[in-house]
């Protein structure tokens, strides 16, 4: 301007207008502004976002695999029932069981071994552990070599009808014996959480296809699946641990963008190899490290508000980003030309900063 009109006030006034309006302030808070407000609003509803890339992970998601124990249901089962072969005593099989159980972690294995200690009393100590991932545990008890689990080829026909009959109810069937043969089944149930069958729903209202992931047998998963409102051809039983990533992997070469819900050792690798994994804060510590999102409360319904969230905190970054951007893209030309005052452009700057933070506010009223 001064070149061509030789009015030094006037050029003076563009130029200063000029580095006003274009004073990124504001494309510089729109996202850092959202996403912190975003995952304080989450950690409120306990919901643990560990970054940003996780927000667009969020929006690709079409198909939520949850693991069965712990997440969708309560991961505290109970024994139900005890099936001794011909012959054997039952407080023998409970005591020797339990025994076993009581050096594992695992759901069933507590369950067992605290249904045995309340049936057959205090149980001895264990010698020679050893848990065979996804088939069960063996270990010396009382001079025996025991074994719990699905280690057993051959079981005598009242215990293959017990086990049968078990599984029909909904129950995990355990197979327990000693010297090389099996003596008695164990039943063991799992009761659904209250609010699987609810956050099955809500994650379906968001466009998401749930399927069941467990290792139990099909008839017990299929029994959990139809109680959360889950198709038979969404779930995957009998899977071992280290087939979990297989799923996940099937899954995505599908064309499917997978989210994973899990709570256990046995899910951080499935975790950590779909492209969302939510980890129940009531799970293990290898769990919740490979998980983008931490769902503290243990609830599945929050799986559905974390991903809405989520969704909704990119969508406001984006919008942010759209009007910081916008507005100096419209404004420069006028600052440029001479047309726009320098206290109008300090108020429109100061006005956009404003408004990219008050939209960030707003995610502080999500339900």
């Given at each position: 301007w001064l070149g061509v009109t030789g009015d030094t006030v006037a050029a003076f006034t563009?130029?200063?207008?000029?580095?006003?309006?274009?004073?990124?302030?504001?494309?510089?808070?729109?996202?850092?502004?959202?996403?912190?407000?975003?995952?304080?609003?989450?950690a409120q509803l306990g919901i643990l976002i560990k970054g940003p890339e996780v927000l667009e992970s969020t929006r690709r998601v079409d198909t939520v695999v949850l693991d069965k124990t712990g997440t969708v249901t309560t991961g505290r089962m109970t024994l139900q029932a005890v099936y001794?072969?011909?012959?054997?005593d039952e407080k023998e099989l409970l005591r020797l069981a339990g025994a076993l159980e009581h050096a594992s972690e695992h759901p069933v294995a507590r369950a067992i071994a605290a249904g045995a200690e309340e049936r057959a009393g205090a149980l001895?100590?264990?010698?020679?552990?050893?848990?065979?991932?996804?088939?069960g545990v063996r270990g010396r008890v009382s001079g025996r070599e025991v074994a719990v689990g699905r280690l057993y080829d051959v079981l005598p026909q009242e215990l293959a009808r017990a086990a049968r009959e078990a599984e029909q109810q909904g129950r995990t069937a355990v197979v327990a014996g000693w010297d090389g043969r099996a003596r008695g089944v164990l039943a063991v149930a799992d009761a659904v959480?209250?609010?699987?069958?609810?956050a099955v729903a809500g994650l379906r209202a968001l466009?998401?296809?749930?399927?069941?992931?467990?290792?139990?047998?099909?008839?017990?998963?299929?029994?959990v699946a139809h109680t959360v409102g889950i198709g038979s051809g969404d779930v995957f039983a009998e899977v071992l641990p280290e087939?979990?990533?297989?799923?996940?992997?099937?899954?995505?070469?599908?064309?499917?963008t997978v989210a994973?819900?899990?709570?256990?050792?046995?899910?951080?690798?499935?975790?950590?190899?779909?492209?969302?994994?939510?980890?129940?804060?009531?799970?293990?510590?290898?769990?919740?490290?490979?998980?983008?999102?931490?769902?503290?409360?243990?609830?599945?319904r929050v799986a559905a508000d974390a991903i809405r969230l989520s969704r909704r905190t990119l969508a406001t970054?984006?919008?942010n980003l759209v009007w910081a951007f916008g507005y100096n893209v419209a404004a420069l030309p006028l600052a440029a030309a001479g047309l726009l005052n320098p206290m109008i452009a300090g108020a429109a700057m100061a006005f956009s900063s404003v408004f990219v933070v008050t939209n960030s506010l707003r995610l502080r009223r999500f339900r």
């Open positions: 563009a130029a200063v207008a000029v580095l006003i309006i274009a004073c990124p302030c504001a494309l510089g808070l729109a996202t850092p502004t959202a996403l912190m407000v975003g995952t304080g609003r989450g001794v072969a011909e012959g054997e001895p100590a264990v010698e020679h552990f050893e848990n065979v991932p996804g088939q959480k209250a609010t699987s069958a609810e466009g998401l296809r749930p399927v069941l992931l467990t290792g139990d047998n099909r008839t017990v998963a299929e029994a087939d979990k990533v297989d799923v996940v992997r099937r899954l995505q070469r599908e064309g499917r994973m819900v899990g709570d256990g050792v046995n899910d951080a690798a499935a975790l950590a190899t779909a492209d969302l994994g939510l980890a129940m804060g009531t799970g293990t510590d290898a769990a919740i490290e490979a998980g983008d999102l931490t769902l503290v409360r243990g609830d599945l970054i984006k919008g």
